[in-house]
């Protein structure tokens, strides 16, 4: 019975490896094609948002230009990047974190510059309990997006969870950088800072 559990194991992770090689082969040419095409018009429309982002004069003016960068984030990827995206969210949606870090996994090796990989895969390992991995994690992503507000905003809650008010406050002081009006934003920086400094708010 064991042996044979092994050799199903073993099985599933060959089939996945080759989906994965099937896909990058597949996935080439898309890249070489959008590079300077719809990518670059991507980028050029993300950054614009962000400039925007810092510019708005309200939480109820961020909050739509928040949601049209996180889902441009989202959607950043290949069409096949895209899928495992999504079945990655719907399986945290349905508590299976080991199949969402695994689908995570399998679009940053698809897109290894695809910043929200590591970001949702930081989400699910922090979900997971691997605390250490999910700030390797977000360590990547703001890597190849040192913009990413969202990535901070979850490195702050890591942090906050372990009791280390000081790295809560830094991360969020990064979120307001970049997001300054992000709702409730203002309101979490001073606790974080009462918090980590036990200055009067």
Known sequence: MRLASTARAASALRMRHALIATLLFAAGPVFAQTA????????????????????A??????????QQIRQLWLTAG????????????????????????EDFSDAATLDPNLAEAYHQRAIARFTAGD?????????????HEPRDFAAFQTLSA???????????????????????????????LKDLKRRALGEET
């Open 131 to 143: 605390s250490q991995g999910a700030i390797a994690d977000i360590q990547a992503a703001l890597q």
């Open 158 to 188: 890591i942090a906050e969870a372990q009791k280390n008010w000081k790295g809560a406050y830094e991360a969020w002081q990064k979120v307001m950088e970049i997001d300054p009006k992000t709702p409730g934003g203002a309101e979490r």
């Open 36 to 55: 300077s095409g719809p990518a670059a018009e991507r980028r050029a429309t993300i950054d614009r948002l962000l400039t925007a982002l810092q510019a």
């Open 78 to 101: 290949t069409p096949a990047v895209t899928l495992l995206m999504s079945r990655g969210l719907r399986e945290m949606k349905a508590d299976a974190t080991k199949d969402a870090i």
């Open 57 to 66: 004069p309200t939480e109820e003016a961020a909050a739509p230009i928040e």
